[in-house]
């Protein structure tokens, strides 16, 4: 068989190298990436590591990719407490979902029927583009997942029609470009 090398690449040294490296214990995120973020049960911290930057709350340094910029994929962690996760959404692309620690539920809807797997540390699931999917930490400590939306350009969050109307009774919604606003405090419709 004949011998294939490696195409001559750039020069990469420790220090380059180290300026993409993201500690995990360094790592700090933000608890309003997502106007499902206030609603009871779906409270947590995002942290988008790599990639795009899937958020709705483009205005929070904290919500800046870690290490920068990827093609085709992005990935962060979310931190959950006990019994919370992401309510129902969708996105343009397929997403993939695998625990750190603790024990999760993924689940989704077909129709009216909600479907769901649990998780372990390490296990991976990928879930189909166009299905409203959420995930719940249902360990009795908090925990962490990984998640990995796919594609260059993942689009913005979908909700269920459910968490739209739970999230402005919390005071937020999304404009027409799919970003985060702060309703005026009594308003319930869509924010202009």
């Not at 993409?20 to 700090?28: E, I, M």
């Not at 609603?39 to 990639?51: D, K, S, V, Y």
């Not at 904290?62 to 290490?67: S, Y």
């Amino acid at each position: 068989m004949a011998r294939i090398d490696p195409p001559p690449g750039p020069k990469v040294g420790v220090a380059d190298m180290e300026a993409r490296v993201a500690r995990f214990d360094q790592l700090k995120g933000s608890d309003l990436c997502f106007m499902d973020q206030r609603i009871p049960g779906h409270e947590r911290e995002m942290i988008n590591l790599l990639g795009l930057g899937v958020t709705e709350n483009e205005d929070d340094p904290l919500l800046a990719p870690k290490i920068g910029n990827a093609h085709g994929f992005a990935s962060g962690f979310a931190k959950c407490p006990p019994g919370c996760g992401a309510a129902l959404h969708w996105h343009e692309t397929e997403e993939i979902f695998m625990p750190l620690d603790g024990e999760w539920s993924i689940y989704w809807r077909e129709g009216e029927t909600e479907h769901e797997v649990i998780l372990k540390p390490f296990d991976t699931v990928s879930v189909p583009v166009g299905i409203y999917r959420g995930f719940k930490n249902v360990s009795d400590k908090p925990a962490t997942l990984q998640f990995i939306v796919g594609g260059p350009d993942t689009g913005k969050v979908h909700w269920h029609p459910s968490v739209i109307d739970s999230a402005r009774a919390t005071g937020l919604d999304v404009d027409d470009n799919g970003l985060l606003v702060e309703l005026q405090p009594g308003r319930q419709g869509a924010a202009e």
